[in-house]
């Protein structure tokens, strides 16, 4: 008997652990850390002081706020995204694992979860500013109903996609600032122009998975109409972007040096990528994308 409640605690237990790490899975964890960080770069660069402004107990919290309002939009939007595209979902390899679309969560549960992290987010930020509450819900509105759907009708969905994904680090400017100016847009614009040639090395890696999903946004990693080049138009724009944003913050020699060398990197790869196109440099191209990313954040942060 002893034993019987034991096992029955265990399973219990498990149940609840597995419940807990699907929720968590459904906010799409790696993406919400990317935009929290991103915001957090755009936060500090408004910042003339820095990092040395976060010495200050109201500026600190004033960030953390931000950073948390940011988080549960993000996760909502992501919640949001899982839920709307369910029936897509199980139709990949690659995701018919996920919480909705194996049945781990029913649609109404992860709707009711979606909108709550959503709402909750918005409420915080509605203590930042008016301007930065207006770019979270345009990102929320912007991802759910303009592209996802445009996915599966036109490939030009990529670029309508790019600017969900950009608008957090203005955000995060403007919530430092209280207004926009020139570097909203330039901070805006470096985290669009990367986002280009990371999602076409995901649209070729995945590509199979896509077309059957009938995502024709993957068409442009399929290399239809010369988009190969796309990647490396993209980070050509992608350093610029950078380097005239650091001119702008009045960065330094470190950071200049530093998103010169990751910008290279970032342009070898893609343009080995529209060369070859082929699946290990679609893999280099996702790699060097993802270091400039995490050595924009950091040359950005530690000026």
Request: hydrophobic fraction near 50%; glycine fraction near 10%; proline fraction near 4%.
């Amino acid at each position: 008997m002893e034993k019987a409640t034991e096992t029955a605690a265990l399973t219990a237990q498990r149940s609840r652990t597995a419940a807990w790490r699907a929720y968590y899975e459904l906010t799409k964890p790696g993406i919400t850390l990317m935009v929290v960080l991103s915001t957090f770069a755009g936060y500090v660069l408004a910042l003339p002081e820095g990092l040395a402004a976060l010495q200050s107990w109201e500026r600190l919290g004033h960030l953390l706020l931000t950073l948390l309002g940011t988080a549960l939009v993000c996760g909502g939007s992501g919640a949001l995204n899982h839920y709307v595209e369910r029936e897509v979902d199980r139709r990949m390899s690659r995701t018919r694992g996920r919480p909705i679309a194996s049945g781990q969560i029913t649609p109404a549960a992860g709707l009711r979860y979606a909108l709550g992290l959503t709402f909750a987010g918005l409420f915080v930020l509605l203590f930042i500013n008016f301007l930065t509450l207006l770019l979270a819900t345009l990102t929320v509105v912007g991802y759910i109903t303009v592209y996802t759907p445009m996915k599966q009708r036109t490939p030009a969905a990529l670029y309508m996609g790019a600017v969900p994904g950009a608008i957090p680090p203005a955000g995060g400017w403007i919530a430092a600032q209280g207004s926009p100016e020139w570097g909203t847009l330039l901070v805006f614009l470096v985290l669009y122009c990367w986002q280009i040639p990371h999602f076409l090395a995901l649209a070729y890696l995945y590509s199979k998975d896509y077309a059957q999903a009938g995502f024709r946004v993957a068409e442009l990693g399929q290399g239809r109409k010369g988009a190969y080049w796309h990647a490396l138009l993209a980070s050509v724009a992608l350093l610029g972007s950078t380097l005239l944003l650091g001119w702008h913050s009045a960065l330094g020699w470190a950071y200049t040096a530093g998103m010169l060398l990751l910008g290279l990197w970032l342009l070898v790869t893609a343009l080995d990528f529209a060369r070859r196109h082929s699946t290990a440099a679609a893999r280099r191209m996702l790699v060097s994308a993802y270091g400039y990313l995490v050595g924009f954040v950091v040359l950005s942060v530690l000026r």
